[in-house]
């Protein structure tokens, strides 16, 4: 789905990402994990268009993409997530999963004033899927909440949701886990799991929780220093030395 081919960035003198490359394989969970300052965000910054690479490609589904703007990559069916929601906290959870829904007629004033028949039918039929994401991901009952009200917890599974509205071909997960209590954070990887097994999306996700990489990721790439350090499953990566090295120091394996 996506292969990163010899991949640079800095900033300043700052070498952030050096010389990467590796591939996220269509319709698998794969898990991204380094030591603080291994560049894990800045790939996936790269990767998503929030910065352009200083040298190298990004190849989605075959088409070299590096230096294209978010709004391209989202219309290539490439969403990103964030370690911090970005909800609109003053519509309801119902509405902020409508917002996301693309080719919408009421973004046309032509179309607002001269197809509004058209436009209420295809609102309904938003706001039925948006209904139907929310029954999935089992957030049903807060579909009339304000986003800002949620817990943390419910605006992660609350992003999951914002990717189904436009049938995503693959999600990057930025520490999904992040400030999300155990119970809900089983919830979002029943959902992951769901959304991968029955819908057939393709993940890349970064985090911390290893007990919760272990359980969904397979394969495990680990970044150290901007550079891909080893790929394998979660056992095998938690038992390699260099991981283990670039975690805790020289000497700890």
């Not at 088409?63 to 370690?83: C, I, M, Y």
């Not at 929601?85 to 973004?107: C, D, I, K, W, Y």
């Not at 609102?123 to 994401?133: F, H, L, N, Q, S």
Request: net charge negative; proline share 3%; charged share 20%.
């Amino acid at each position: 789905m996506i292969s990163v081919r010899n991949l640079y960035k800095h900033f300043g003198g700052v070498q952030a990402v050096n010389g990467i490359s590796l591939e996220i394989k269509t319709g698998l969970i794969t898990g991204l994990i380094g030591p603080n300052g291994a560049g894990k965000t800045t790939l996936f910054n790269l990767i998503a268009g929030i910065f352009p690479p200083d040298q190298g490609q990004i190849l989605l589904d075959g088409e070299d993409v590096a230096g294209f703007k978010p709004h391209q990559l989202f219309s290539k069916g490439l969403l990103r997530t964030f370690q911090i929601p970005h909800e609109f906290h003053s519509l309801t959870a119902r509405e902020n999963l409508m917002m996301v829904a693309p080719n919408q007629l009421g973004e046309s004033l032509i179309s607002a004033w001269f197809q509004r028949k058209t436009l209420h039918q295809q609102e309904r039929e938003i706001a039925m899927k948006a209904d139907e994401v929310m029954e999935f991901l089992n957030i049903r009952h807060v579909a009339d909440e304000l986003a800002g009200n949620l817990s943390g917890g419910q605006k992660k599974l609350l992003e999951l949701g914002r990717t189904m509205m436009v049938d995503a071909k693959v999600v990057i997960l930025d520490e999904v886990g992040a400030g999300v209590n155990r119970t809900l954070l089983r919830e979002i990887g029943d959902a992951i799991e769901l959304m991968n097994q029955e819908k057939g999306y393709t993940f890349c996700m970064i985090e911390h929780d290893m007990d919760f990489i272990s359980r969904l990721c397979n394969p495990v790439i680990v970044m150290a220093e901007g550079k891909l350090l080893t790929e394998g499953s979660a056992e095998e990566v938690k038992s390699n030395e260099m991981v283990i090295e670039a975690y805790l120091g020289r000497g700890a394996s």
